[in-house]
T-cell receptor, first 115, second 112 residues
């Protein structure tokens, strides 16, 4: 299993540009989520999904869109990038069933800089 | 609401020193509690977990005990190594398919 994969690893955007951060998992996990990590702020939840066709907002959803058309993929779209979105983005997935076990598997992250 | 508070870092220790990183939480009901570790340049990985009161999670020499009476889940290791240098996150999930709630992380540096 490749686990959770994210592309790209690094990205530089100009203000106002749009882009999609890709996330995929091959573990058949129903639950997937996106976090951003900023210095001194820990991890903040952007959006999450409990299964294909179902998404919900987290703590900091503004400026981001998600969709979940398949179990495997959970892309994160920045519609009009702003410097405040400069961050490291992590995708994570969690197995179904014994959900209280709660172990999330994280991708390696995408480091995004918005100029 | 649900929240996690952990001690601020950075924490700098000499090799073989004893480590404690404090974590307290606020949650309704009986959450599951976790410690995640993030090594430089990597994503987070689960270090240990506990799903009910008085459970002790352990892994790689690290331990934490779920204390409901003090709403705490402090991380301890008896003898740290340079390779333990990382950022440590305390987290909880209140139930089922609810998202994990993370603390802000504590950076640990171990010097030889």
């Amino acid at each position: 299993n490749a686990g959770v994969t994210q592309t790209p690893k690094f990205q530089v955007l100009k203000t106002g540009q749009s882009m999609t951060l890709q996330c995929a998992q091959d573990m058949n996990h129903e639950y997937m989520s996106w976090y951003r990590q900023d210095p001194g702020m820990g991890l903040r939840l952007i959006h999450y999904s409990v299964g294909a066709g179902i998404t919900d907002q987290g703590e900091v959803p503004n400026g981001y869109n998600v969709s979940r058309s398949t179990t495997e993929d959970f892309p994160l779209r920045l519609l009009s990038a702003a410097p405040s979105q400069t961050s490291v983005y992590f995708c994570a997935s969690r197995p179904p069933g014994l959900a209280l076990s709660g172990e999330q598997f994280f991708g390696p992250g995408t480091r995004l800089t918005v100029l | 609401g649900n929240s996690v508070t952990q001690m601020e870092g950075p924490v700098t220790l000499s090799e073989e020193a004893f480590l404690t990183i404090n974590c307290t939480y606020t949650a309704t009901g009986y959450p599951s509690l976790f410690w995640y570790v993030q090594y430089p340049g990597e994503g987070l990985q689960l270090l240990l977990k506990a799903t009910k009161a008085d459970d002790k999670g352990s892994n790689k020499g690290f331990e934490a005990t779920y204390r409901k009476e003090t709403t705490s889940f402090h991380l301890e290791k008896g003898s740290v190594q340079v390779s333990d240098s990382a950022v440590y996150f305390c987290a909880l999930t209140p139930s089922g398919n609810t998202p994990l709630v993370f603390g802000k992380g504590t950076r640990l540096s171990v010097i030889a």
